[in-house]
């Protein structure tokens, strides 16, 4: 597979015909437990080298499966699934990081990575400093001599600001310091982040790659090496163990994921150029738009500028509640990556007081992205006329026309 090319490696990355029945598509265990030959240690820690199947919550054939295919997709040595994206991140940043390391970390991101960085790691003796990752000075400026980790996310949610992987990934070799991207608006299929220099890169598999609303599971990718205390000890000890079920699920959607995309881009360009074209709309959010102040950055970096976008929209809350009673084709809900389109509604001062605590200059640039609040539009599979109908509808206010 490392040879093959992205649609290849997405389709058969991992799988291979079952040799007792000649099976094409994989396997399904469900099983909790697996039966031995031979006795064995009752502790993980009695292993060395590869584990056998024991128990599902050390191992099991269906998530490795799914394991082996990410990594083919990311062009990573490894790949540790996990039951959520936050159940990645977490294990990721408790593995990583002592009582007395310091980790720089975006800013704006997803809003669970924020509030588990600034409560539960500061909680345990860690140092947290927030940064705007898309400034590389101010990265730099950031750096101690007990920094172990920088964290980014590329695109940012919810506001789709960018972070320049490489030059961060450089930065952090001439530092000695880890780097950890949050890839899960980017997919493999616009942005691999080890080619570019990072250790890690980590997904929720419940947005693009699973692909249809309908299984949660998260990931992190980097070297075997690295990637051995995550599976050996966050993964057996802290339990946030994929059920087989949903890595069979995420698997079956990561095989169609770079057809996905390319389409999930081709309708967020011409949704986010209806947009930006619409009075009612001051500004969108949107990488693969010239207008998006690192559009030039996301047109070197990616190879897909993703189906995710914001924008500001006159009317703010009160909109947002239109929204949810008039929209008929997007679905007013949390979540993204999905099939079908989903909106929702981000108030700048109820993320301020819940997730990001950004104060003046840093507040100020958020706002220029988001202003009082935004929308976050997951742009589906369904035909952009459709979508953009829909949209004009509610923001041309005209309710139940």
């Not at 249809?212 to 990637?227: F, K, M, N, Q, R």
């Amino acid at each position: 597979m490392t040879k093959a090319g992205f649609q290849t490696r997405a389709v058969h990355g991992g799988e291979k015909p079952d040799p007792a029945t000649g099976a094409s598509a994989p396997n399904l265990a469900m099983s909790t437990t697996f039966a031995l030959d031979e006795p064995a240690g009752f502790s993980i820690n009695d292993f060395e080298g590869e584990l056998p199947y024991i128990y599902t919550r050390w191992g099991n054939p269906t998530v490795r499966m799914l394991e082996a295919k990410l990594a083919a997709l990311e062009e990573a040595q490894d790949c540790v699934a996990f039951a959520s994206g936050m159940a990645a991140t977490t294990a990721l940043l408790l593995t990583a990081l002592d009582a007395g390391d310091h980790l720089v970390i975006s800013d704006v991101n997803y809003p669970g990575t924020a509030e588990f960085a600034r409560g539960a790691l500061t909680e345990r003796g860690v140092v947290v400093t927030p940064v705007d990752t898309s400034d590389l000075a101010a990265v730099a400026a950031a750096l101690r001599p007990e920094t172990k980790m920088i964290w980014a996310e590329t695109p940012a949610n919810p506001i789709l600001r960018l972070a320049d992987v490489h030059a961060i990934a450089a930065l952090a070799k001439r530092h000695g310091t880890l780097l950890a991207v949050d890839s899960t608006f980017a997919t493999p299929a616009a942005l691999r982040p080890i080619e570019l220099g990072a250790d890690f890169v980590v997904h929720s598999l419940t947005k693009y790659i699973g692909g249809h609303g309908d299984a949660l599971g998260g990931a992190v990718l980097g070297a075997t090496e690295a990637l051995e205390p995550l599976r050996t000890r966050a993964l057996v000890h802290l339990g946030g163990v994929l059920s087989p079920f949903n890595a069979w699920l995420i698997a079956r959607g990561a095989a169609t994921l770079p057809i996905r995309m390319k389409a999930h881009e081709q309708g967020a360009l011409k949704v986010a150029a209806f947009l930006e074209a619409h009075p009612a709309v001051p500004r969108v959010n949107y990488p693969g738009l010239k207008s998006h102040p690192q559009h030039a950055l996301a047109a070197r970096q990616m190879d897909n500028f993703s189906g995710m976008l914001s924008f500001q929209a006159v009317g703010g809350e009160g909109l947002a509640r239109r929204m949810a009673k008039e929209l008929r084709t997007i679905h007013f809900a949390v979540s993204l990556g999905h099939h079908r389109s989903l909106i929702y509604w981000i108030a700048t001062d109820a993320m301020m007081e819940s997730s990001y605590r950004l104060t003046g200059e840093a507040l100020g640039r958020y706002r220029e992205f988001a202003g009082d609040g935004l929308f976050r539009l997951s742009v589906g599979l369904e035909d952009s006329e459709d979508i953009c109908e829909d949209l004009d509808r509610v923001l041309g206010g005209k309710p139940g026309a």
